[in-house]
């Protein structure tokens, strides 16, 4: 008897949505059938299964295959079988990277901003931070510096300039310039504010010839700069009548109430003068760091900076003369605001030494009354001395014992009259001796 050849086992995909019931069908190996080929004349028997998903075309296998591959198949009493269930894996889809942020608990930061476009059309708006990062060309580290959430450790001034954007920290001021637009954090500040107030007057200035001024950009962070000093030029006329008056009434008229005013002012002016310093060093720093004024100036333009010499190479050469009038321009609006920080520092240092003069002449003049307190409560000390060794002498004689003086008329002035000329002869004395050691 010949050896019944293994079958093969067909599957076709069938994809469907009911229940109803899909075949395999089984044929003899001498006829094979590829999945693609048509099915042609032979013995066909089908059998029902139950495809749960989408059913794939397997090869030929040994039994061994067969078990291990079909782990749900019921055979009945009779070694028939009725049901075979096919189940297939699907591959699991791989989280996003913001799945996953949300998976472990971290939230992306979403900023309220105000966006000014070079047109003046403000609008307030919320965006992310991968959408900030996208819009801008920046990266995640270069956040950090204007992140409001950070203002406690990034209070010092910045300007950073990148490749498509320019970073603005300026006190309570942050912002992010572009080409055509900037986003202003911290709006409702009073920084925010004052930048807003002055952007937005200066866009879109007309020359003589009916051109822009300058580009937007620049535009911008003169306005920062603007403001910025505006203010600290405000708070410096705002506290120096007040000091003066303080020095006027001072030292002669020492009240707890002047001398609060005193400490009041003397620590704003400590203020005043960080701020208007930390802002003096960033505008020197940046002038002389040639680079990145070249960098301001070629941004959107076609041109690089050669390496080496840091020289301008426009492949417009318009754009070339362009970028070296930018150059000058940006270099003359930095010194001039560096002028009137230095003024407003100057200025505010020299309120602060005068503050400072003034406490050191009312701490002498306390200490001289300090003195004079102690002066007079020393001659109270020895004049008290003196009284209790008169006193010492009274009463000796006041106690009960015959001592005979008491037999006599004059006794009594006569002691009397030597304890007060004793005691007042020590007093002398001892305040002759206080003299000549100089303690009085």
């Not at 006829?31 to 693609?36: E, K, L, N, R, V």
């Not at 048509?38 to 749960?52: C, D, E, G, Q, Y």
């Amino acid at each position: 008897m010949a050896s019944v050849p293994s079958p093969k086992i067909l599957q076709l995909a069938v994809q469907s949505r009911s229940m109803s019931a899909n075949y395999l069908l089984f044929s003899s190996p001498s006829q094979p059938w590829p999945c693609s080929q048509k099915l042609r004349n032979a013995s066909l028997f089908p059998i029902i299964v139950k495809v749960s998903s989408k059913v794939k075309c397997l090869t030929e296998s040994t039994d061994e295959d067969r078990l291990s591959e079909s782990e749900a198949v019921d055979d009945d009493v009779d070694g028939v079988r009725e049901d075979t269930k096919v189940h297939v894996k699907r591959p699991q889809r791989t989280a996003s990277s913001s799945s996953d942020s949300l998976s472990l608990g971290i939230r992306e930061p979403v900023y309220e901003v105000v966006e000014v476009k070079s047109n003046g059309v403000v609008s307030t708006r919320k965006i992310n931070r991968r959408q900030l990062l996208k819009s801008s060309g920046l990266r995640p580290r270069d956040i950090r510096s204007i992140d409001p959430s950070l203002f406690l450790t990034n209070s010092m001034p910045s300007l950073l300039v990148r490749e498509h954007a320019i970073l603005l920290n300026l006190g309570s001021l942050r912002a992010i310039t572009m080409q055509e637009r900037v986003f202003i954090f911290d709006y409702n500040r009073k920084g925010g504010k004052a930048f807003i107030d002055t952007l937005l007057p200066r866009l879109n200035p007309r020359n003589l010839n009916g051109s822009p001024c300058m580009p937007f950009m620049i535009e911008a962070v003169e306005a920062a700069l603007l403001s910025r000093v505006q203010r600290l030029e405000q708070r410096l006329m705002h506290i120096e009548p007040r000091v003066q008056g303080l020095l006027e009434v001072l030292p002669n008229r020492l009240t707890a109430d002047i001398l609060e005013q005193l400490r009041i002012s003397k620590q704003t002016l400590v203020e005043l003068s960080s701020r208007a310093g930390a802002l003096r060093q960033m505008l020197l720093d940046l002038l002389e760091d040639p680079h990145e004024i070249r960098r301001i100036c070629i941004m959107g333009k076609n041109c690089t900076l050669r390496r080496g010499n840091d020289g301008v190479e426009c492949s417009v050469p318009l754009e070339k003369q362009i970028a070296e009038e930018e150059e000058e321009e940006i270099e003359m609006l930095l010194e001039n605001y560096l002028q009137r920080c230095e003024s407003c520092h100057g200025q505010s240092e020299r309120l602060l030494d005068s503050a400072k003069e003034m406490e050191d002449s009312i701490a002498v003049n306390l200490s001289s009354r300090r003195l004079e307190v102690s002066r007079v409560e020393l001659l109270l000390q020895v004049g008290a001395f003196c009284v209790a060794v008169g006193a010492l002498i009274a009463g000796i004689f006041g106690m009960n014992l015959k001592s005979y003086l008491e037999e006599h008329v004059f006794a009594f002035w006569l002691t009397t009259a030597g304890i007060i000329v004793g005691a007042v002869m020590a007093f002398f004395l001892t305040y002759w001796y206080l003299r000549a050691r100089k303690i009085l």
